[in-house]
């Protein structure tokens, strides 16, 4: 069943290439097109098009669809084209001509983008509470190794003394703010496009700020050309976002690829957290963590995937962005997969201790050095040449002891200061607002 089909039948060709994997997708969109119908409906009914009678057996029977999919009950039959014609199916199978009347003054394509920005918005809450879980795990193990040394390297190269404590915090800022840039894709996304139609609004007197508020959306696209443009673009934004996140997730997994590698040799893993080789009985590879960072550069490559599949576009809906599903859907299991096995593995981390007394590493403590000069009152730049000239004689002469005391160095981490930024970030979201809207819908 098409809700477009007149007289004429598309190719079965035509079909079939043109639904292409769109039903897989549509189920994980299934309880978002009800709570959208449920929100049209009522609605309808304020303006005429419904009475309240009918809105209220239609909204009884799209609750019973939302439960039979909160059950796992609920199918799209095979000659049925999407979850929106399903769903409109089901109605019209229950309620004759009632069920007909769901359709007035919409377009599936304003429908698609309403389901579409439900999905985002409740993808986004589940990726905002695995990174939340990330964080506290990453700030937990920066206290608990804030006195464990380790060296600190640009370009590859020795530099200066840093610490697990500072190696796990700077992850842990991190994720504030990518959380910041989640926030922004966040508010872009919650608003409402229903009632733009096929992009050029209705003849009907809608009430688009009824729908607004029945569904908690924050606000809605006003001009309704731009709330069809709106999709692809809220995609984008959104895969930007999850970039970000996935870029942090992956450069810590190339740390800890480093890191457990013998010639470093800062940490290790118990064996049951390790993979081994089939010709070299000796191997435990860190295969977890090059899976993370294989599968958070994929993330990493989205949002230019999506720029690209909807580059010269002009406005209007375009079947283009059908695909756009099956690239951005996956991400979000895959991100928050990711951060799942990464948090297991880091809480079984095992870090060893006074890597810095091997001299091999004395040279890290050169900066050190100068600065103790300093404190003694020479100029910097003599203080830097003549350790420097030590160094090169041989002469070089060390301590092991270090004072950092400012804010973000080794001695006083602010992870405090961190946990507050990240709790105001996490506030900011206000997700019970949506909640609540959304239950009493259900509910009323």
């Keep these: ?16 290439f043109t639904v292409g994997n769109d039903r897989d997708f549509d189920i994980q969109l299934a309880p978002f097109d009800v709570l959208g119908n449920i929100a049209h409906a009522k609605m309808l009914a304020t303006i005429g098009l419904l009475t309240n009678d009918e809105a209220e057996v239609l909204v009884r029977e799209l609750r019973s669809i939302y439960s039979s999919i909160q059950n796992s009950k609920f199918k799209i039959q095979n000659d049925v084209e999407d979850v929106h014609s399903q769903i409109e199916f089901l109605l019209t199978e229950k309620l004759g001509d009632v069920g007909k009347k769901i359709h007035s003054a919409r377009s599936r394509n304003d429908q698609v983008l309403v389901d579409l920005k439900l999905f985002l918005r409740s ?3 589940q990726l905002v509470l695995t990174v939340q879980s990330f964080f506290e795990l990453l700030v937990e193990q920066s206290e608990k190794h804030k006195d464990d040394l380790l060296p600190g390297y640009t370009h590859l190269q020795l ?26 894709a966040y508010k872009i996304l919650n608003k409402n496009p229903l009632g733009s139609a096929a992009g050029y609004g209705s003849s009907f007197p809608i009430n688009r700020k009824l729908t607004t508020e029945l569904l908690g959306f924050d606000d809605l ?26 870029d942090t997730l992956a450069k810590l997994s190339m740390d800890v690829c480093l890191y457990i590698n013998q010639n470093f040799g800062f940490i290790s893993f118990p064996g049951e957290f390790t993979t081994g080789s089939s010709i070299m009985p000796h191997k435990k590879n860190p295969d977890v963590f090059e899976l993370i960072r294989s599968h ?55 870090v060893k201790k006074d890597i810095l007394a091997d001299e091999k590493y004395k040279y890290l403590f050169s900066v050190e050095e100068v600065n103790k000069l300093v404190n003694e009152g020479i100029a910097f730049r003599d203080a830097y040449k003549k350790i420097g000239l030590d160094i090169e004689a041989y002469q070089f002469k060390y301590s092991t002891n270090i004072h950092h005391t400012h804010e973000g ?13 990240m709790k105001t970030i996490l506030e900011s979201f206000h997700f019970e607002k949506y909640h609540a809207v959304i239950e009493k819908l259900l509910s009323n």
């Design 1 to 16: 069943m098409k809700l477009w089909q007149k007289n004429t039948a598309s190719l079965k060709e035509v079909e079939k």
């Design 123 to 125: 993808e986004i809450e």
């Design 159 to 184: 530099a200066m003394p840093s610490s697990f404590g500072l190696w796990f915090g700077a992850y842990a800022e991190s994720l504030v703010d990518d959380l910041i840039t989640v926030k922004a």
């Design 221 to 246: 696209h006003y001009n309704v050309v731009y709330a069809q443009m709106s999709r692809g673009k809220t995609e984008r934004i959104v895969a930007s976002a999850l970039a970000n996140v996935a």
């Design 296 to 350: 958070c550069n994929q993330i990493k490559a989205l949002p230019n995937e999506i720029m690209m599949m909807t580059t010269n576009l002009p406005s209007g809906y375009h079947r283009d962005l059908q695909l756009l599903k099956e690239h951005l859907f996956p991400a979000f299991t895959m991100l928050k997969d990711c951060m799942s096995i990464a948090s297991l593995m880091l809480s079984n981390i095992e």
């Design 409 to 421: 160095s080794i001695g006083n981490l602010m992870n405090d200061k961190i946990a507050a930024n």
